[in-house]
């Protein structure tokens, strides 16, 4: 099945102590990025990728880094988690023909609480 | 600043009802529209709208886009239980060369009640 997988669902975790989320999609999609959602404000873009070793930031990339070693994979790092950066991630994949939106494959979503 | 902007952001309706969501915007490098629906997990796409006064249909659900106004508009009629979701209004547009990218609304809330 065409999936994008993100794990985990559900994290809670303290201040300053780093964490991963992992994305992999099993589509050989090369374009992959990274969204949080919060509540008024839409999905907003942290990190994108338009192939192996390609990354960008996107409007809110402050606190995130990201890594595109292989084309599955784009995990979301956060160095020095802080309570701002409660949120829902989602993780989202395309063939980069189809990266406008309508193409998008997106992952469960992840919901990150920092205390 | 590129923005999309929804209406209502909330809305409670009764089965059988028609309901029309709104979103507006104000971007650069216009591409193309799409309407999301998102029921508590990941968006699922609905409609990618990119030229004026055409109608896009899938069974209870239409969308139109109006590029002279920037905006488009999301039909439901006979509304169901299981409309109940977050409708997404996004926007996709052309930042610089091998960038563009989708900006999405706030969502408008939708609840169908029986």
């Known amino acids: 099945e065409a999936q994008v997988t993100q794990n985990p669902r559900y994290l809670i975790t303290v201040t300053g102590k780093k964490l991963t989320v992992t994305c992999s999609q099993n589509?050989?999609?090369?374009?992959m990025s990274w969204y949080r959602q919060d509540p008024g404000l839409g999905l907003r873009q942290i990190y994108y990728?338009?192939?192996?070793?390609?990354?960008d930031k996107g409007d809110v990339p402050e606190g995130y880094k990201v890594s595109r070693k292989e084309k599955r994979n784009f995990p979301l790092i956060l160095e020095s988690p802080s309570p701002n950066q409660t949120s829902l991630y989602f993780c989202?994949?395309?063939?980069?023909?189809?990266?406008?939106?309508?193409?998008?494959?997106f992952g469960s979503g992840t919901r990150l609480t920092v205390v | 600043e590129d923005k999309v902007v929804q209406s209502p952001l909330s809305l409670v309706v009764h089965e059988g009802d028609t309901v029309t969501l709104n979103c507006s915007y104000e971007v650069t490098n216009f591409r193309s529209l799409l309407w999301y629906k998102q029921e508590k997990k990941a968006p699922t796409f609905l409609f990618m709208l990119t030229s004026s006064g055409i109608e896009k249909k899938s069974g209870r659900l239409s969308s139109i886009l109006d590029k002279k106004e920037l905006f488009s508009i999301l039909n439901i009629t006979a509304t169901q239980t299981g409309d109940s979701a977050v409708y997404l209004c996004a926007v996709f547009i052309y930042v610089k060369t091998s960038y563009d990218k989708v900006i999405f609304g706030p969502g408008t809330s939708l609840s169908v009640i029986p």
């Open positions: 589509m050989n999609h090369e374009y």
């Open positions: 989202a994949s395309s063939r980069a023909s189809d990266r406008g939106g309508h193409g998008y494959t």
């Open positions: 990728s338009m192939n192996v070793e390609v990354t």
